[in-house]
């Protein structure tokens, strides 16, 4: 009742000051040990502040992964755009306009989103080189997009719930049809679910690995790759990696900090709670 | 034949980062000055002894976008992988064009060619079976590096006791490579040769007793070994938290080109414990595989790799010796001028770490056995496994 | 008379429809038949591989063979790994979650700070934790600066286990935990009916496990030698980081779960004589059984597919630290081995379906009766 | 301006009938109320009607067209939901504006007619807003205008008050009867809110279990309901219903409830002895003055249980032998629980209905 | 059982005061009720009461005891809420029980109690229930049954009706008020409906904006609201407030208004030529046979605008000059719009107000 400093008090901020403290350490490390010169670092002293700071790392690093980030950006970008299209669609018709078995149909795909992604790569590696996309960005955006498809479609049905029924049907007496419904109506009321969708789908691609390593030539290796063959070989100049990590955490961070209302949407929306 | 007017790509993929990639750059280079128009795509995959580098090269190369030219090592490696899948050009009209049936030795030739042809460009030849230390430390230290394995066992404890790691050991490839080193002591040259004909098991009593030794020679190594690096390995030793530190000769280019240490004073070498005499070799090579994008400019670069001039450009900047018989020895530093000279006159045998005796696939399985090994140091299991794997991947009877 | 109009609904939809019908459901049936074959060897490489059928000897190798005792332990790391994973997460977001429900001020703040590593790539994490791991600095060294001795643990290369047991005793230990599962489930239904409880749950359950303890030497061994397995001490590291990374999502999903709770209900308890602990541990917690659900399956279905963040903390061949989504990747494209690699991406798979698969059905039959 | 006519509809969902052959005829100009217990399927019909839902069988009927197969939009109906279903993120202009641009009418004229509408019902000074910056009843009028801009022949609603605090729901009621007087347009109108349905409706419709109970004028249900579900079902506190027992003597006729004999007129329906359920309506129990007005046969004593003062009325509980009855009184009457009070049952009004099958006995 | 004191309570949200001084007294047994429009503080100052929110100043005394600083658990004060926030992952037995297991009461005791509460609430059958299975009126008992379980001095309840339907809400008042009757527990009951405040209200307490306009029974503020706010708000439909003046002659007094002059014995309050707001209630405007009673000059012409029947009343809207009027007349008045109709106004009941000011004028 009271909000005097009680030991409660003291308690509930004292320990979330250590666990805060303690969560940010990582970062803490990562930073500064990307400002040291590669002859500052060593273990002993890993947690000391750089005696002299070295921006360098982050050019050296930027340089390295440049090439990386810009296949990020496009992957990213075109990927997210269309799954985010698709799965808006198809959200539409898994909420507005269920048919005999849409559920079951609706449930076959959410059941896409929990495979392991290793029992599709063998025969994903096939088809796209059978289709003649493998090594490329298009390829992994096929990837990325076909199955980013439940998590977008799930997001997507689970906001459209909330629009009224009354509304489509509103519309529907107006004289427009399932297409104008889409653009005249939904579409301009899903502003919201795009942004969640789209930082969502945004930063899984962004992080993906195993496609990334699996499915791209080395031109067209992902920032994860590249970031991982930073990092994987030498373990000696160790500002360099973190330089790295920090250059390809950047974009999704950015998202998260500043839109993390909508990250936080789509995070909850992603985990099916019925 | 400089060929100014090529132009397009060259995809050069290999596991040659860092400390090593400035080899592979002076390569680069020369071929730039040539071919200027060629736009050159270093495609590297880090970690060590190509361990990440293969399974993203066969991802590569099922996908039907094989890179221009690969790395691989010269031997069982691509010949029991690559040559079998018949995803290889023959480059013997290269070789023969090149005049290269002569400058190579020809023992080197017949490992890396086959009754139909010959597959890859050997860029260099390194020695696995090295001891590696540092001179101030010993003698620091008051030790000599071991000339057996019981010298070792000798001195070890001594060291330990020191609070220094008497062996530096790093992850686990590197184990493999200690084990090759161990196991040609323990079984002499001959009986190793046979352990790839197959005419002796790996579980005979030799075997065993190789892997018993090995067990043995664990003993003495650094307990977080399989979260280093092998350069981290070799760091320990430069650093005198190690003794010694079993690896090949790339240790040498490590330590003259990044750590700055002169060969033969901030440095020594020793053969292995127990193998005087022998050369454990490896070589790496290039192929040209079916169905290259840019075959025309592969064939510039396999032809740079095996010109003289290229060979010494790369091989002392990488710390290995050229597999030319020409080589001009005076670019080389003390540590490859020696490696050089026990080239000419000790045993040679093929290293199984680095793809020379056996293919990937029993390289594999091998890893696994090790790792066996590593856990329950059961030798005797080792054994067993070891030749099961072998009859399964078509060495063993 | 809406026809039409449903006609385009569905058109629209089968795109994708197909795109899941041939990407998921059809390549997990060809990983399935590619698992039955011997494509692997040398063969494997050439352009146009020979496969032929081989019935199950990829999975009685892996579960059996002599060369399967890799996969063996990382089936057993994965096992440990999403346990302490599920505790770890799930507890430590519980704690965060009720801290912050308590409305502090800076609430805002704490929370982007435990949520940010939600949204960090595990190649990122990996790369950071790595560091933070390494044996002689980052958080061995961290009790210095109070004045103690370094810790000497070696995080990701530590070499012990604990909790071992023999692969020969599968079969007896499978009947254990059946035991077990058996009498838990009894014990939980009791109350409601004690009867059933009784007969269907506690005495089988006894039974069986009695019949385990008394017998079990005369069950088939499931390997020929001994090989033990346990959890390994390597993959503290690697459930750290995690933790790190995942507590955060769970915290996000407590923290909405506990908004959502009316004040009403938590004003109900307070007058009714409830502390804050009693309002959580009888009124908060029991109501977001669904949100514990959802974390708990997202949670252990990260867990099955952890390979980046082991990729990028351990690398691929630390023995220690292994895991069967890493380990299929080296089976399939560093071994050649596919017909193997498939088989063990079936075996990840069956495991995911199995909680996954009564989950769906029961939020599919939720969404029928809504 | 239109006649809408269902002729023996049935409404399936799987497997579960929730409307059994619904007939029903409303006449041009009508105002027809829905009303009924929730699920009766009111809104079921209603959307039929509008097409947004199919028909399992049956035929409906607008203006002597059958309209089973056509698409609400050519219905020339409109509709104002519940929720009002307003468009977000549209101007109120652009609501009402709507159907006309989805039926490619021009923007002038689009501008007209949105402004006729808006002007009827004052809702000019707001099309520019969107429907989030509106209160309550402003809301409410745009669902109308939406609806009206269209000029169809047949509205339907439903319940559009139901999200209307009480004394808001009270002055669109008005509101909306006004409008129908002035536009004379045929209305359908779901309501579950009785007194809504009593003083807009033409005829009511009651609906139990997808079932028509009766259909009548709001003073032909209140006063003769078919059965005992429709008498219960209308009038707010419920009608009393009690067991009793009829007699038909040479000395006339009487009726026996709660231990007590009152002689009365009975219907033809029924016979000596009959076990009935006699349907007493609260306001047909009378106090002090009115007592005067009634023959002296039909007073009694009632024990108080409970008493409540409903403006310039007041509901009193009082038991009756066993029974307990619920009176609606004129006037402020404070009685004390417990307490004794002289009442009076005008038995003129007294329904029968049979107790197995529940119909109204006349 | 308990008196509850409130002496000068405020409660400030950060910088805005929501509840002004608010004074109470409540007295043993007393069955006290809060309305106000949405906002105005109502439910903030019954969670105070609970200790569910801190007070900003001033003091509550339960029992003669200040509470300020009790917590809720230990003010023996039981609570219900609006959506009953049953916990809906316990039975109804445990929902009940829960309290008495907090306060660590044994086993077989726990049970008695709620036994008994469930059989007092006819909820026996339910008790093994989950709450989502229960009706709303169910629910709304449960609720209940969860406060008297423990036998409370004080009940509280936060529009506990709000949640059903007419007839529903009708019966469950009735239960409440015989509730009432039987425990004679101390009652603060907050509702924003009429008719529960009217019927259940010992006393009411109107407020607005977090200050209290009127205490008093509920005949009182219907018959002498202190304020324009107070006569508004009480009475469905609402009181008719016209601009009228008053004149104060040696003829006697007189109030004019809509063009008409009335005969009327004024307040001392006002003078000669006074603006004022005249209030007339709807149920003071009389039609036919009630006409005799009123004298001659009181009666009019009004000029139907529309017309209900509301059960056994009607609605009427008039305009008398250029003001819209509405009355309340007994009996089922059938007028065409438009029709002239001869209408009485009882001018005894007449409220008047400052119009600067908005206070009753006496
Ligand atoms: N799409 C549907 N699928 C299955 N059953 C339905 C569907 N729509 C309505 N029903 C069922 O049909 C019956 C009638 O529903 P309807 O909505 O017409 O009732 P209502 O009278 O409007 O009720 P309320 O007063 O609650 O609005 C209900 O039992 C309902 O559960
Ligand atoms: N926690 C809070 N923080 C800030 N303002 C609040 C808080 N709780 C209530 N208020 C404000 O206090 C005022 C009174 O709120 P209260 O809930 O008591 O109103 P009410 O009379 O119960 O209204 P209603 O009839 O809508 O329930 C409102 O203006 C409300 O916005
Ligand atoms: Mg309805
Ligand atoms: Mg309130």
Redesign the interface.
Known sequence: ???RLSPATIA??G??VV??LA?????Y??LI?SLKYPGDI??????QLPPEVNYASFAEAFALLQPNIVNSFILTISATLLSTV?GS??G???SK?K?PG???????????M????????????Q???AMNL??GLPGLILAHV??G??IT?LIFRNFYAQI?D??M????????????IYR??IF??SIPGFVVTSLWQF?QI?????WG???T???ANPI?VG??????????S?NL??A??IL??LP??L???VL?RY??RG??A????? | QSTGHLSGQLEIFSWWAGDEGPALQALIDLYKEANPNVEVVNATVTGGSGVNAKAVLKTRMLGGEPPDSFQVHAGQELIGTWVKADRMEDLTFLFKEEGWMDAFPEGLVKLIGTDTGIWSVPVNIHRSNVLWYVPANLDKWGIKPPMSWDDFFAVAPKIKEAGVVPLALAQNWTANHLWESVALASLGPDNWDALWTGALAFDSPEGVKAWELFGKVLEFTNEDASSLSWQQATDMVVDGRAAFNVMGDWAAGYMSTTKKLAPGEGFGWAPSPGTGGEFMFLADSFGLPKGAPNRDNVLAWLALLGSKEGSDAFNPLKGSISARTDSDLSKYNDYAKSASADFGKDRIVGSLAHGVTANEGFMNDFASVMEMFLKSGNAEAAGKAAQQIAVKNGIGK | MINRDRIKAFLTLLPSMILIAVFVYGFIGNTFWLSLTDWGGVAALAENPVRNYAGLSNYKELFTGFLGGGFRQDLVNAVYYSVMLLLGAIGTGLIIAILLDNKPRGEAVFRTIFLYPMSLSFIVTGTIWRWMLAPQGGVNILPTYAGLDPLKFRWLSSTGAIFEFNWQNLLQIAFYILAAVLIIGGLMSIKQNPTRALRRFLLPGIAVGLAAWLFGDLLPKALFMEETHGFNLATLGIIMATIWQYSGYTMALYLAGFTGISQDLRDASMLDGATTAQYYRYIALPMLKPITISAVIILSHISLKMFDLIFAMTGPDNAETGHPALNMYLTTFRANDFAKGAAIAIILFLIAATFIIPYLISSYRQRRTR | MAQVELLDICKRFGTTEVVHNANLSIGDNEFIVLVGPSGCGKSTILRMIAGLETISSGEIRINDRKVNEVMPKDRDVAMVFQNYALYPHMSVFENMAFSLKMAKLGKNEIRQKVDKAADILELTPYLHRKPAALSGGQRQRVAMGRAIVRSPSVFLFDEPLSNLDAQLRTQMRMELKKMHLKMKTTTIYVTHDQIEAMTLADRIVILKDGRVQQVGTPVEVYERPDNRFVASFIGNPPINMLEAVVHRTSDGDAISFCGLTFPVTLPDGCRDQDQVLAGIRPDSIKRDEALAALPEQWLIDGRVVVSEIVGSQSLLEFTMGEASVVAELEGRVAAAPGQTMKLGLNLENLLLFDPDTEQAIR
């Open positions: 009742m009271k909000t509930l901020y320990s979330l666990l805060a969560y940010l350490m990582p970062v490390l990562t040990t060593s273990l002993p002293q890993s947690w698709l669609l198809n539409y018709v898994f306009w048919f849409s559920e079951i149909v609706f449930t076959l795909f959410l059941f896409g929990f495979i392991p992604y290793q029992v599709i790569l063998i025969p994903l590696f088809t796209l080189r493998y090594g076909v199955y498809l439940p479609s009224p009354s509304l049907e509103s519309a529907n007496l107006d004289g427009a049809g399932f297409f104008q005249r109506i301009p009321l930063t962004w992080n993906e690995f195993l390593i699996c499915l030539r080395h031109t994860t970031l991982a063959q930073l990092a994987g070989g030498q373990a000696v160790w990696p973190m790295g990590s390809a955490a999704v961070l998202i998260y900090i993390g990250f936080i995070l909850l992603g985990s099916v709670k019925e």
